[in-house]
């Protein structure tokens, strides 16, 4: 990803397919397990791991302070080697949001893959153009008190949203929180939400 541009991605796309293809053919590639490991990355690995990050910083906060000013160091306590992530905070009075405008670039190792609306022309110009709306439109709210930073990620610096800790979960233990965090809360375009209710 990186520094690609647009048209760049769609030619490494072909390339990929082509390969894919050279490889099935030659049967050096099962037919589904590229397959297999996209969903891995979008399901698993990627989200999950910002996930476990999250859940951790609301239950630990000598983690969550870690996390926001040290993130290469509070990663490497889940296992993840990655140096390029900013973690910033949702608090009542400040919400972020996280976009490439350039293209689209996006922290993998913690995300798993970007969803395609990330790519589009639209999110990446009007998260910055006019975010509450787009965001109103995304279905969240944000009253006009409250401040909306817009975080433009590049092939140095990646962001990841630590999410507000939803009410009525103070009885959850680390674990229970995981499933709770959504891709979408941590690029900036949800919130979590108390579990039981939509
Ligand atoms: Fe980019």
Known sequence: MGKFHPNVDKYVVSRVRALESILRDKGLLAPDAVDRIVERYESDTGPMAGAR???RAWSNPTYRQRLL????????????????LVVVENTPQVHNLVVCTLCSCYPWPVLGLPPNWYKSPAYRSRAVSEPRALLRELGLEIPDGREIRVWDSSAEMRYMVLPIRPGGTDGLHEDQLIPLVTRDAMIGVAEVATPGRA
């Open 69 to 84: 000013t040290n993130s290469t160091a509070a990663l490497a306590d889940l296992g993840l080697d990655y140096d390029s």
């Open 53 to 55: 990050a999250v859940a």
